[in-house]
């Protein structure tokens, strides 16, 4: 049975960290960014990446 991807390629190559607008890669269900030392837990196939703004 084919695993379905957590985020599509497509997404995936447009997508920039928020903080360092460094490269992020997909790891389990996280995008990292290595730049910035930041990751951001994917949920329903979105990306959560807002700043604490408290």
Not at 7 to 23: A, E, F, H, M, Y
């Amino acid at each position: 049975m084919k695993e379905t991807p957590l985020i599509s390629n497509d997404l995936l190559k447009i997508l920039v960290c928020p903080k360092s607008g460094g490269q992020l890669k997909l790891e389990s269900d996280r995008l990292v960014c290595e730049e910035s030392g930041t990751s951001y837990v994917i949920r329903d196939g979105i990306p959560l990446m807002l700043d604490d703004f408290s």
